[in-house]
C-alpha cells in the first residue's frame, strides 16, 4: 500500500473540522479528497457503495451517520439530502468535529439545502502542486514574498523537456510513481469517462460525448484567455465541423463546473488611475493543466514544437501552483488586464488587501518585458491602494534571484506555500 503523501491543505483540514461540527472538502473526482480525509476520521460511510443507503436514507436517515467520529461521509452529494439531517445532527450533538463530508460534484441548485453556516467550514481541495509532489524545493515561500523580502538567488532550473513531460503527467495522485505515458493514459481515459458517463451522471440529463468532448478541445485550445461563450461556440464550429448551440455551451459549461473540472480566473476588481476600461471577464483553466493536454491528444514532441501554445499551458501550470499556495497564505488568485492591452498574470491578494503581483513566462528571454509590465502596473495604481508586497516573474527554465529594479524571477521549482 502507498504511504499517504502530506499535502499542504492537511493543516487546514484539521484546523477548520476543529473550529466547526463538519467540514466540507470540494475538489474533482480523484484530486484525493477521501485520502486526506481518511488521515483524520474514525469511521467511513461511502455513500456511492454502500447499497444499503437508499434503504436507510427512506427508513431511518440518522443510522447512516452513527459511527466513530470525526465519521468521513464519501461522495455525500449522490444523497444530497444528506446535508440537512448532518446540520440537524451537529445542532443536537453541540459538538465540533463530528463530520467530514467530501463530494466530487456540486449538487444541482434545484436541491433544497438549508445554510451550513455556523455548522461547516469548507476546504478547496486541488490536484497535487510541484512542492507536494516532490519537484518543487518550496525554498522560495508566497509568505515571505508578501512580506517584501529579497530572495537569495537559487540556482535549480528546469530544463523544457522536464516542464513539458509534467504538463502532460500533471497533478493527480494517481499518477505517483507513473512515468509520462502512463499518466497520459490515466489522464486521457478520465476524458474519456468525463465525456461518455460523468457528464450526463451528474444531473442525470443526456449530453452527447462527441459535443462534450469537442467543448473540452475547444476550452483546451483557449487555456489561459479570456475566451467568451460566443469564441467557444464559433471556435468549436470552425475547428471541428460541428455546430453546438449557445444554450448547450452555457449547459455543458455548467455541468463542467459542477463537477469542478473548471476552475475560473476571476479579474481583479481595484481602481486604476487610467483613462482606461477594466477587462472583467475570467480566464479560463482546467482544473489540472494536463487534462487540457489530454483533451486535445498531444504529446511531448507536439508541444516542443508549438512553444507558444506550451506557454499557455505552462502558465495554467504556474496560476494553478500559486492558488495551491495563496490557499495556505489565506489569498486567492486574480488577473489583470485592461483595453490598453496591460495584462498581469496573476494577482494573489490577501483577505487583508495585501497582494503580489506575478508575471507567468515558460523562457527567460521575456523577463525584460515581464518587468515593463509589473513597474506600468504600479505607476497607475490610486494613490490610496496599497502599494505590492511584491512583484515576480516566475518562470520555468531559468534561475531564482531579484533583479537590480526589486523584481523577483522565481523558477517554479523553487516556489512554494
Known amino acids: 500500500m502507498m504511504k499517504y503523501r502530506e499535502r499542504i491543505t492537511d493543516k487546514e483540514l484539521h ?14 473526482k480523484a484530486c484525493g479528497k477521501t485520502e486526506s480525509a481518511k488521515q483524520l476520521s474514525q469511521s467511513i460511510l461511502q455513500v456511492d457503495r454502500d447499497d444499503q443507503v437508499d434503504a436507510l436514507m427512506n427508513s431511518a436517515p440518522k443510522r447512516l451517520l452513527m459511527g466513530d467520529t470525526p465519521r468521513l461521509i464519501d461522495e455525500w452529494q449522490v444523497q444530497p439530502k444528506l446535508w440537512d439531517h448532518i446540520r440537524h445532527e451537529i445542532d443536537d450533538r453541540q459538538e465540533n468535529a463530528q463530520f467530514i463530508l467530501t463530494g466530487s460534484a456540486n449538487p444541482e441548485e434545484t436541491v433544497k439545502m438549508h445554510s451550513g453556516a455556523g455548522r461547516f467550514t469548507i476546504v478547496e481541495m486541488r490536484t497535487m502542486s510541484w512542492q507536494e509532489l516532490g519537484f518543487s524545493s518550496g525554498k522560495i515561500r508566497l509568505s515571505d514574498l508578501f512580506e517584501g523580502r529579497k530572495i537569495d538567488i537559487f540556482d535549480q532550473p528546469t530544463d523544457l523537456d522536464f516542464i513539458v513531460e509534467q504538463i502532460i503527467a500533471g497533478g493527480f495522485p494517481s499518477i505517483l510513481n507513473k512515468n509520462t505515458s502512463q499518466a497520459a493514459d490515466l489522464n486521457r481515459a478520465y476524458i474519456e469517462f468525463l465525456a461518455e458517463v460523468d457528464m450526463s451522471r451528474v444531473s442525470n440529463v443526456k449530453r452527447d460525448p462527441v459535443k462534450v468532448r469537442s467543448l473540452l478541445r475547444s476550452l483546451a485550445r483557449n487555456t489561459s484567455t479570456l475566451v467568451d461563450i460566443s469564441s467557444l461556440e464559433k471556435d468549436i464550429g470552425a475547428k471541428e465541423n460541428r455546430g453546438i448551440t449557445r444554450p448547450t455551451v452555457y449547459d455543458y459549461l455548467d455541468a463542467l463546473n459542477r463537477l469542478m473540472i473548471l476552475e475560473d480566473q476571476p479579474a481583479w476588481n481595484t481602481h486604476i488611475s487610467s483613462s482606461y476600461a477594466l477587462r472583467k471577464a475570467p480566464k479560463r483553466h482546467f482544473t489540472d493543466v494536463s487534462l487540457a493536454v489530454a483533451a486535445l491528444g498531444a504529446d511531448k514532441t507536439s508541444l516542443l514544437n508549438d512553444v507558444k501554445f506550451t506557454g499557455f499551458l505552462f502558465e495554467s501550470l504556474a496560476t494553478h501552483e500559486l492558488r495551491v499556495y495563496a490557499q495556505a497564505n489565506d489569498a486567492n488568485v486574480y488577473h489583470y488586464r485592461d483595453a490598453s492591452g496591460l495584462e498581469i498574470d496573476c494577482i494573489v491578494q490577501k483577505y487583508n488587501g495585501d497582494w503580489c503581483a506575478f508575471e507567468i ?4 528571454g521575456q523577463t525584460d518585458e515581464a518587468a515593463r509590465n509589473l513597474n506600468r502596473l504600479v505607476s497607475i495604481l490610486d494613490t490610496h491602494i496599497k502599494p505590492p508586497k511584491s512583484l515576480n516573474i516566475i ?20 516556489l512554494g506555500a
Open 395 to 414: 518562470t520555468g527554465t531559468g534561475i531564482s534571484y531579484t533583479r537590480s529594479d526589486g523584481i523577483n524571477v522565481i523558477s517554479l521549482a523553487s
Open 361 to 364: 513566462k515558460l523562457g527567460t
Open 15 to 28: 484546523r477548520k473540522l476543529y473550529s466547526s461540527g463538519a467540514v466540507l472538502i470540494k475538489g474533482a
